[in-house]
């Protein structure tokens, strides 16, 4: 292989309090030629998503769009049984766009509304011919809802907040007009009358003669809402908007409104339909509460899923309803009945994706956690079990008894995963204004995890969280390292290192100048010491420690490290590696694998060594910083080449 793009730098001995904070020459650069000869092996997808944003019905068949594309930049459409929830058809279409994002249909025809595109696409089916339909945006038009009724398909639109309509027998465009300051028409409904559009927040709804003309604002009949609108439906001449915490209904008037109040376990109503009974049912997000709009109230009828967001909620003959998920589970249900419940992941839909994190297991298995949905890869037997998490898995860790511990995004719940069946215990979550877990130490003598995390969005103060497995109790700390997110955590004998980030997560920019490296002792949870190492760094990435030597890799500036001498307390090497990602190591060496370059090398563990690279261009299958995963013999370690699960051999010492 080529050496690689970056300057590798190493000093050859740098002692001193100026260098202890970060000045003072460099020594020459030290190049090392890659190793040859050291290829890896791939054991396949790593993760499948079936992650759905668009789904809709046509007789006896249920549509869905892929949220993301796939590896060759397709667009899924799969086609399933509403009755059996088999497999039908699988078709990967060669759409321009982010990937999917609502459907309609019209009995024929399903009408495409991309990510991304200036087209609504439509597709046959019967024939499976794919056509650029409709020009109804730009480059980067959302379709946020799109529904069919008459000889018409309506749309709602991002970035323009705009109701449009497109005649079926001609394609032709015709715009009813912005519904307000938002970027997000997020709902449509359609009566023989009018035509009503809703907008995310600021929420507001009018309705406009569906001949066209100038509309009703209907905005002063809704709730104050955070989110503005989500859903919306229209029968009989009443309007039914789910409106951030409440259900409202009224006339076009305002009479006869009604405004519900959604229970306090449910997040949002984000589907509404009318049943073929004439009834209106509601669908939350996350619980998957399935409700009976009535007169007056909500009407508990069903609980098809948990933790989930919903692409789809529509009638079926007989009373019955179809779901589906935002992770590709199709259901069918019948209120106040049970619900049956099919995975489109294990059925054809699923498409690799890129993986949130991984960990191997002391049983010889390869944990992947992505997209709400873990997988147990057995790669000596080339078999899986695929099984659904509430959230991305982004810390993993292995404990007594072989539990396995993660920490899921949003949600900030750490949970136990029994090794044997799969079942999940929720410990709590982190909360104090977390976000992101980093990563996850387990602490065997004192049985207790430790926990790094981000903070919230707009937030600056990560945390250190203890929690104690005996008794499942939190015990967060933000003092360590403040105004910083923490980064990372390793720990060595009773000590903690931990690093920081001043920009937080999602802020405008930072508080405190510089970063700064902790050490904390995990026995009594107190700071030992503190010290802004590199006084021109405001964001560490990853740490890792050998013998006696501290290594840190900066996000800013972007893929330099040093090796701190923790005796010392002074800077011994130092260098480029031009991205960030992870250091970490085994028998005694030192690895880093870092983002842009996307190569895979070693450090020198001596003053006057050379970074070696071993993997230079490694295709990206990681959605976070990259990671590995030693073999019990130290001569390889697992991870992601592409969307694939691969096992990356190393030098011999």
């Known amino acids: 292989m080529p050496l690689t793009r970056r300057s590798l730098l190493t000093s050859s001995c740098l002692t001193g309090t100026g260098l202890a904070i970060g000045h003072g020459a460099l020594a020459a650069p030290a190049f090392a030629r890659d190793n040859t000869g050291l290829t890896p092996t791939s054991f396949g997808p790593a993760s499948l998503t079936a992650a759905v ?5 046509i007789g006896d068949s249920v549509f869905i769009t892929s949220r993301f594309n796939t590896p060759d930049g397709k667009m899924r459409l799969g086609e399933f049984d509403v009755d059996t929830g088999e497999r039908r058809s699988i078709d990967d279409l060669a759409i321009a766009s982010n990937g999917g994002q609502k459907l309609a249909a019209d009995g024929r025809y399903v009408y495409i509304g991309p990510a991304g595109s200036a087209y609504v696409h439509r597709f046959d089916p019967q024939t499976k011919e794919l056509v650029a339909w409709a020009r109804a945006g730009g480059s980067t038009t959302w379709y946020y809802d799109m529904v069919v009724h008459g000889e018409h398909l309506y749309i709602g639109t991002y970035p323009d907040c705009t109701v449009k309509r497109i005649r079926l027998a001609d394609a032709t465009v015709e715009t009813y007009g912005r519904i307000s300051t938002s970027n997000y028409a997020a709902a449509v409904a359609v009566d023989d009358e009018y035509v009503y559009g809703g907008s995310a927040a600021p929420g507001t709804l009018l309705a406009w003669p569906k001949a066209g003309g100038a509309p009703t604002d209907l905005t002063a009949h809704l709730s104050a809402s955070p989110v503005g609108i989500l859903d919306m439906v229209v029968s009989d001449g009443v309007v ?22 959604i229970p306090a376990e449910d997040r949002y109503v984000d589907q509404l339909t009318i049943g073929s009974d004439g009834r209106v049912y509601a669908l939350t997000r996350l619980t998957t509460n399935l409700y009976e709009v009535t007169a007056d109230g909500l009407v508990k009828v069903g609980q098809p899923l948990a933790d989930v967001e919903n692409a789809l909620l529509a009638p079926l003959p007989g009373g019955a309803l179809l779901g589906v998920s935002g992770l590709g589970h199709v259901w069918k249900a019948t209120p106040g009945g049970t619900a049956e419940v099919w995975q489109t992941a294990t059925r054809g839909f699923g498409y690799p994706e890129t993986i949130q994190s991984m960990m191997r297991h002391t049983r010889g298995t390869i944990w992947v956690g992505g997209h709400y949905a873990m997988t147990v890869h057995r790669t000596e037997a080339g078999t899986n079990d ?4 509430n959230g991305e898995v982004k810390a993993m860790a292995e404990g007594k008894a072989g539990v396995v511990y993660a920490g899921l995004y949003p949600s900030t719940q750490i949970v136990a995963v029994d090794p044997d069946n799969h079942q999940i215990k929720v410990l709590g979550q982190l909360g104090n204004e977390q976000l992101r877990t980093k990563r996850i130490v387990v602490d065997r003598p004192r049985n207790q995890l430790i926990v790094a995390s981000s903070p919230q969005t707009t937030r600056h103060t990560g945390a250190l969280t203890f929690v104690d497995l005996a008794t499942n109790t939190f015990d967060s700390h933000r003092e360590f390292l403040p105004e910083q997110s923490v980064m990372d955590v390793v720990v060595r004998g009773t000590t903690a290192y931990i690093a920081g980030d001043t920009y937080g997560e999602g802020t405008t920019g930072p508080i405190r100048k510089v970063a700064q490296v902790a050490a904390v002792d995990i026995v009594t949870r107190t700071l030992l010491w503190r010290e802004e190492i590199k006084p021109d760094w405001q964001s560490y990435e990853s740490l890792h420690v050998v013998g006696n030597l501290l290594y840190a890799m900066g996000r800013r500036p972007r893929g330099a490290w040093f090796a701190y001498d923790l005796h010392t307390r002074t800077i011994v090497m130092e260098g480029d590696l031009g991205g960030y990602g992870q250091f970490n190591g085994v028998d005694g060496r030192v690895f880093s694998w870092v983002h842009w370059t996307n190569d895979i090398s070693e450090l020198p563990t001596v003053p006057g060594g050379a970074v070696t690279t071993l993997y230079d261009n490694v295709p990206r299958g990681w959605y976070n910083n990259p990671s590995f995963h030693f073999t019990p013999d130290g001569r390889a370690t697992w991870g992601m080449h592409g969307t694939d699960l691969a096992r990356f051999p190393l030098p011999r010492k």
């Open 53 to 57: 944003r668009g789904a809709a019905v």
């Open 240 to 261: 039914h908007v789910a409106s951030g915490r409440q259900l409202i209904s009224f006339r076009r008037d305002g009479s006869d409104r009604v405004s519900r109040d």
């Open 386 to 389: 695929r099984f659904d998490i």
